[in-house]
């Protein structure tokens, strides 16, 4: 089955460890193309440091491993600040770290 048939698999990305993992494992392991998405939180004082390392990435991976140049789509952006609000997610938020603590990721 050719990319094109294929739908991509959805991926927030963000250049870390876990997700460059998943990422990676979606393109070599398993052959999908991936639809990277990177939530951009102008208040992260890590925000460019993430954005350059990821462009590294995507620059390696396409040069080691030329097929994935294919598979792995162009980042969607979405800023934080105009994601709307899910009052069910916020409400669950505030009840767990009632029960445990919790960092602001």
Known sequence: MSVEN??????????GWDSTFQLL???????????PIYLVDDTRG???VELRTMDRIRARLAELHPHTREL???????RVSELPADREVDD???RL????PLGSQ
Do not use: K
């Open 72 to 78: 792995m789509l162009p980042t969607l952006y979405a």
């Open 6 to 15: 294929r739908s991509p698999v959805n991926l927030l990305w963000t250049g």
């Open 46 to 48: 890590s925000l460019q």
């Open 25 to 35: 494992r979606l393109l070599l392991v398993y052959g999908l193309p991936v639809r």
């Open 97 to 100: 770290v009632t029960r445990c």
């Open 92 to 94: 669950a938020f505030r």
